[in-house]
């Protein structure tokens, strides 16, 4: 029979991701069979995200517990406050940022899990292997909105 897993407020692996961003990974595929990963993140107020990408490998979904987060997917911006849930499918290019002047909470799905290591690599990594980092997680930073 397969465990069940129970993870806690307090439980977990939390990840500090530069000075404003924390996550905690809830589940990283371990007991779903690497189908579904899952994390909690923290962004402080006046936060950027990531540059805007594309993901070629896995499914992101961000549910906004609470805050504000504003996701970029190509040229349209999309204010996202508590009880949102914004989906993106491979392929789509998007960001996401904290505009307020509150922390923003949200929790995001992976399927498959494997982009949940991603993080644990990005707490570690400098800024000029960002690039490089994505790509090993068939993921690319693309210009093509940039203003």
């Known amino acids: 029979m397969a465990e069940v897993s129970v993870v ?17 990974i ?5 007991t779903t069979g690497h189908r579904l ?7 402080a107020p006046h936060t950027a995200g990531p540059p805007q990408h594309r993901h070629a490998a896995h499914d992101e979904g961000f549910y906004v517990i609470s805050g504000l987060l504003r996701f970029t997917v ?20 998007h960001t996401f940022a904290n505009p307020g002047g509150v922390p923003a909470r949200v929790l995001t799905t992976f399927t498959p899990a494997a982009y949940t290591h991603y993080f644990r690599e990005l707490r570690d990594a400098a800024p ?20």
């Open 8 to 24: 806690g407020p307090d439980d977990g692996e939390s990840l500090q991701i530069g000075p404003a961003v924390r996550m905690r």
């Open 26 to 30: 809830l589940e990283d595929g371990s």
């Open 37 to 43: 990963g899952i994390a909690e993140g923290t962004l």
């Open 74 to 93: 190509g040229d349209r911006d999309h204010d996202a406050g508590p009880g949102t849930l914004v989906m993106v499918p491979p392929g789509v290019p």
């Open 128 to 147: 000029d292997e960002l690039e490089a980092l994505m790509a090993r997680y068939a993921t690319v930073i693309t210009d093509q909105y940039a203003s």
